[in-house]
């Protein structure tokens, strides 16, 4: 069985791992032919960090982990500290930690898991066709690639998802810009061993540790789609949206390096049920764009690879039958985490005022039960016990 995987990030890169682990013939065709991620780092919760425990990479994924063991949220004006908590209950429960990352060494660590040299960078896809027992993929560069099953794991702005559903979709604004990048751990901003969250005016500030003694952070704002973009300006735009915030917050943005830090604005996806076509699976983003509100677009890629490898390696009907049941495994669980991080997105970012405030009062009175609980809930719907 040979299965061509379209797409060497997370996603691509997860598959293409999983698959290999299995026997399965494998060739991993990535448009770019350097692969840039979109964010400094990532959180990986429990549940991501079982897949890739599964796949081989427990060792080498501690090793780009922060320490992240308490998490805190403060009030934007003061600093004060609203609520603060271990995390400890939620790794009890779940059997795993979460690990921040930074993405260049999640990227690196899953490419040299897989072969770097077994990725075909500059091989952008155009489109694909299938015949009753294989799959071809054709590249802009006038070249193709024939297999007995394809895995589109092409990212949000995916091609082949239009092929597998028949019909256009359209990413959804989620109404805020995020910045985020990496600084040097400043304890005098935030304790080294905790994710710290400064809340208010439906903004946020945060800091979760990664290794190197780095913090990853990120700004959000809401506002309007399209705004001119311009790298020089970082500090000085962030300096006046979060103008009247409190100190740490003001060292902080005076210590970015605007040259590295990103701006993004925030999409999602409508969920739809169809994840598969005949022989070709849409996988990652391709298949659920999500809002990162609750930090899960990555860790339900890495889910859908050790999904889709399992279904491949333990079924004996047949590919497409495979295929299938990948999609029924998977189709509500990712709708499911689509739809629960837009409802994050929207409390945390002031959608409706009233009910960020009474989030900001809640958090107040928040001894970590309710926080973890619903963690918990979210991380114990993947497929790893
Ligand atoms: P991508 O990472 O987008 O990879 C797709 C790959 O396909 C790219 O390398 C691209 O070059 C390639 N490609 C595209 N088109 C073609 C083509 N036509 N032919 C060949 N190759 C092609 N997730 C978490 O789990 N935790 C977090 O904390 C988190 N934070 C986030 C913060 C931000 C600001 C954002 C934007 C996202 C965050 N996410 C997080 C989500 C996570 O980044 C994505 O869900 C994840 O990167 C999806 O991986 P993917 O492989 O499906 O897509």
Not at 184 to 206: H, L, Y
């Amino acid at each position: 069985m040979k299965a061509i995987v379209i797409g060497g990030g997370i996603g691509g890169a997860c598959a293409a791992i999983a698959l290999k682990r299995f026997g399965i013939d494998t060739a991993v065709y990535e448009a770019v032919k350097e692969i840039k991620p979109v964010g400094a780092a990532i959180s990986i919760w429990p549940n991501g960090v079982k897949c890739l425990n599964y796949l081989g990479m427990k060792e080498a994924l501690r090793k780009l982990g922060g320490n992240m063991r308490f998490m805190a949220y403060k009030d934007y004006q003061q600093g004060k500290t609203m609520t603060r908590f271990s995390m400890d209950p939620l790794i009890q429960s779940v059997g795993e930690q979460p690990y921040p990352v930074a993405r260049a060494e999640l990227q690196s660590m899953l490419l040299d898991t897989y072969g770097r040299d077994r990725v075909q960078f500059g091989k952008r896809v155009t489109h694909v066709e299938e015949s009753a027992d294989s799959v071809t993929a054709w590249f802009e560069d006038g070249t193709s690639a024939t297999g007995d099953l394809l895995i589109a794991a092409d990212g949000t702005h995916s091609i082949i998802r239009q092929h597998v559903l028949g019909y256009a979709t359209e990413r959804r604004y989620a109404g805020y810009v995020n910045w985020n990048g990496l600084v040097e751990i400043d304890e005098s901003i935030a304790p080294a061993d905790q994710w710290t969250t400064f809340v208010g005016e439906g903004k946020r500030v945060s800091l979760m540790p990664v290794s190197g003694n780095r913090f990853y952070f990120f700004f959000d704002v809401p506002l309007p789609k399209g705004l001119p973009q311009d790298r020089t300006t970082v500090r000085e735009d962030l300096q006046g949206y979060f103008a009247g915030w409190a100190e740490p917050v003001q060292k902080l943005i005076s210590q970015i390096n605007p040259e590295t830090t990103n701006r993004v604005e925030i999409h999602d996806i409508e969920p739809f049920m169809q994840l598969v076509k005949g022989r070709i699976a849409l996988l990652g983003d391709s298949g659920h764009s999500t809002t990162p509100d609750i930090g899960q677009g990555g860790c339900a890629a890495m889910e859908d690879a050790v999904v889709l490898a399992n279904m491949l390696q333990t079924n004996s009907l047949g590919i497409e039958d495979a295929l299938l049941r990948y999609q029924e495994k998977r189709a509500y669980r990712v709708k499911d985490l689509v739809l629960k991080a837009r409802k994050r997105c929207d409390v945390t970012h002031g959608k409706e005022m009233a009910v960020t405030e009474q989030w900001y009062e809640d958090l107040k009175s928040e001894t970590g039960e309710r926080i973890l609980s619903g963690m918990c809930e979210t991380i114990l719907g993947g497929p790893l016990e």
